[in-house]
């Protein structure tokens, strides 16, 4: 006979959670307690309830907010599944079965998405008291956009033709003139465009605009700060005067003087923005020099380039640094006006509008906020720990009793109108305007207002064995609440406090979950660093393919029953990309299938290069570079002999015969695929690049060939959304 299930240690929280309906419901859930489950169960609970005497709400009266697209498509999914099991259990004569059915009709057109999905369908229905056009576009991608303000800054900061390119968008508080001169000084200083080298971006005055863009919800406008230029050309005198003592025999001496003369002018200087012009092309960048080899063993030289680097420059540089960059933040709202002059040539909002547009129009007037809060009887908030404070207002006047707030702080919530769950150990959204103190604060309000507040512990994900590694080492790092306290983290420190996970009962956990992987050199000396790391790569792919060799079990995450393990169940995480090729050579020696993701290594791949070279001829024909790659393999299998082929008269020679029917055949197929590209989709062509030449062939027969030719396909739908975004 089956065992009937073991009840999890969390069995009767959860079962709380999915029923209450009379108080708002807060839910702590750490990873792999299985949050999305309870909102689903929730929301068919709701819907279709199975407590005596409960109230059904409608799908389409409530509103289910995620994170992502991706977890709103699987939300909507799952609960598509979980009504059709649901279904089933009921049997079509209850009448639960009819609001199941009810329910599962209106999944599709259901309030389930991205906040700011949520923040389109809302703004759509009071356009014009939201002051926008009601056929507004929204801009999917700003790159372009952030583009074009910053090109604009640019060109009119140098030719003094700021105004005109603001269309008198602007009104202070900060005077044109100033942002001018701003702009034309950092741009004779700093980098303008951010650099992509090949393992970090060099952040550029771009990148701050785009800063500016993105966090303009946010008043911010620092006051006027200059620094004391007295002091400024005092010590860069003083500087100067000592760094002048530096023999000129020593190639680091004569750099000591060069730096003192371009002092001396900076101690000269009549303005901030002189000074931190001068002062920067003197010791702005500091060389990498060593004492033996640059400095001839010289130590009052070498010093005298210590306290330059270390802390004369800190104290020269520090003041007038701080000067620019409050300079640059006061050029905030210049920024933000031209962002609304490229938005409205080209008549789009971007997803920030969306919320900002939305809040303002339920904070600004309470008759839209009731005729809004009247859509909905229920606002679920899946992963509220990445929810940011704009988002926060949004969500808690929707869910007011009533339209009298004036900030969400003060929202009296409406009994039974939100659910929220989520994870202050899992905020890991801060770069895009996550919040944990603005979690802390709503879920301060929640608690104080009566909501039934339940943490799940149970992780269903994970085997017992790894849960106690993840307990003992969690305990360690992040430490325990202060005795007494109920608090879950302190989120003026910034600090999440440990709370013990439990095993699911139904889980097996007899084999050990972690395992270190040591590797040493045979003789036992010691590891150099590229000789480890080549080491470090073929001894993770033996690894791997010894896992899959030897049969090892893991839970199916779909039937949650066990079996063999894949290769498509391993991940390997790296710190960062650089070493990763020679793991994929590894893998490519053994026969391992993969799947490579995260940096730069999708573009940076030999084959993903090729194929886009190849794209480039059918766009181009002019281009020969791309025109020579592409009548060679991978594309068309061609030697050198056939592509001179042409040039060489054949004379009867059955050789270069063939060899010029190769090419012309090759040249046909180039020719077609230019023509049809003009009356079809991109991404049509770009698969037909792929699979009307030898690409798709030569790439599927090759190590990894499953995994490269998904690759190219996936290229090639980026290609196509790109292209039907403009």
Not at 78 to 88: G, H, P
Not at 596 to 607: C, E, I, R
Not at 659 to 665: P, S, V
Request: glycine letters at 8%; a neutral charge; charged letters at 30%.
């Amino acid at each position: 006979m089956p065992t009937e299930p073991r009840p999890l240690p969390d069995e009767s929280e959860r079962r709380q959670a999915v029923r209450e309906r009379a108080r708002n419901v807060l839910v702590d859930a750490g990873a792999g307690t299985g949050k999305t489950t309870l909102v689903i169960d929730r929301v068919v609970e709701m819907v279709a309830p199975t407590e005596p005497g409960a109230t059904p709400a409608p799908l389409d009266r409530l509103a289910v907010i995620t994170f992502t697209r991706r977890a709103a498509g699987e939300l909507r999914y799952r609960l598509r599944q979980k009504l059709l099991e649901a279904l089933r259990d009921a049997g079509a004569a209850e009448p639960r079965a009819s609001l199941l059915r009810l329910a599962l009709g209106a999944v599709d057109t259901a309030y389930i998405g991205t906040i700011h999905s949520f923040a389109d369908r809302l703004l759509r229905l009071r356009p014009v008291e939201a002051g926008i056009s009601p056929s507004y576009e929204i801009a999917e991608e700003t790159d372009e956009l952030v583009r074009a303000v910053f090109d604009r800054l640019v060109h009119g900061a140098e030719t003094a033709q700021l105004p005109q390119a603001l269309g008198g968008r602007f009104a202070g508080p900060v005077p044109i003139a100033e942002v001018e001169e701003t702009v034309r000084t950092a741009g004779a200083v700093l980098l303008m465009e951010s650099q992509e080298l090949e393992n970090y971006t060099l952040a550029g005055v771009d990148l701050l605009v785009e800063g500016m863009i993105n966090t303009r919800d946010v008043a911010y406008v620092p006051d006027l700060y200059e620094p004391d230029l007295d002091a400024v050309r005092k010590l860069a005198a003083g500087m100067a005067t000592e760094l002048s003592a530096a023999p000129a025999s020593s190639r680091g001496g004569r750099w000591l003087r060069h730096v003192a003369a371009r002092l001396r002018e900076a101690a000269e200087a009549d303005s901030a923005a002189e000074a931190f012009q001068r002062v920067h092309e003197a010791i702005g960048k500091k060389p990498d020099y060593r004492k033996g080899r640059d400095f001839d063993g010289d130590d009052a030289t070498w010093d005298l380039f210590q306290n330059l680097k270390d802390e004369w420059r800190g104290q020269l540089l520090g003041p007038l640094d701080h000067w620019m960059g409050a300079r640059i933040a006061r050029t905030r709202g210049v920024v933000e006006a031209l962002y609304d002059g490229v938005k409205e040539e080209r008549g789009v909002l971007d997803q920030l509008d969306l919320l900002v547009k939305l809040r303002d129009l339920l904070r600004g007037d309470a008759g839209a906020r009731r005729q809004l809060q009247r859509l909905f009887d229920h606002v679920f908030v899946d992963e509220f720990q990445d929810t940011d404070p704009l988002q926060c207002e949004i969500i808690f006047f929707l869910a007011e009793d009533g339209a009298e707030a004036d900030d969400w702080r003060k929202v009296h919530l409406r009994r039974g109108s939100l659910t929220v769950v989520g994870d202050p150990k899992q905020s890991i959204y801060r770069f895009r305007r996550a919040d944990i103190a603005m979690y802390a604060e709503a879920h301060r309000l929640l608690r104080e207002q009566g909501a039934l507040v339940v943490r799940l512990s149970t992780n269903m994900r994970s085997r017992p064995k790894l849960i106690e590694f993840a307990n003992s080492q969690m305990r360690r790092l992040l430490g325990t609440r202060p005795a007494g306290s109920s608090k879950t983290f302190d989120a003026a420190a910034g600090r999440v406090f440990y709370e013990r996970v439990e095993a699911d009962p139904g889980i097996p956990g007899a084999d050990p979950a972690v395992h270190v992987l040591p590797f040493t050199r045979d003789d036992g000396e010691r590891l150099l660093v590229g000789d480890g790391r080549a080491l470090e790569a073929e001894a993770i792919a033996r690894r791997i393919r010894w896992l899959v060799a030897s049969r090892f079990q893991v839970r199916d995450p779909e039937t949650s029953t066990e079996r063999d393990v894949r290769y498509g169940d391993v991940a390997v995480l790296a710190h960062v990309t650089t070493n990763v090729p020679l793991l994929l050579r590894a893998f490519d020696a053994l026969g391992i299938r993969y799947s490579a993701h995260g940096g730069t290594l999708f573009l940076s791949s030999p084959l993903v290069r090729q194929y886009l070279l190849g794209l480039r001829l059918l766009a181009d024909r002019s281009d020969g570079v791309a025109r020579a790659a592409l009548l060679r393999p991978p594309f068309f299998a061609l030697d050198l002999l056939d592509v001179v082929a042409r040039r060489l008269p054949a004379n009867g020679d059955a050789e270069i015969a063939a060899a010029q029917a190769r090419l012309e055949e090759a040249e046909a197929i180039v020719r077609e695929l230019r023509r049809d590209r003009h009356a079809k989709p991109p991404i049509e062509t770009a698969i037909d690049l792929i699979e009307r030449t030898a690409l798709g062939r030569f790439v599927a027969t090759g190590p990894n060939g499953p995994q490269a030719l998904g690759t190219l396909y996936q290229v090639a739908f980026e290609l196509g959304r790109r292209a039907a975004e403009r």
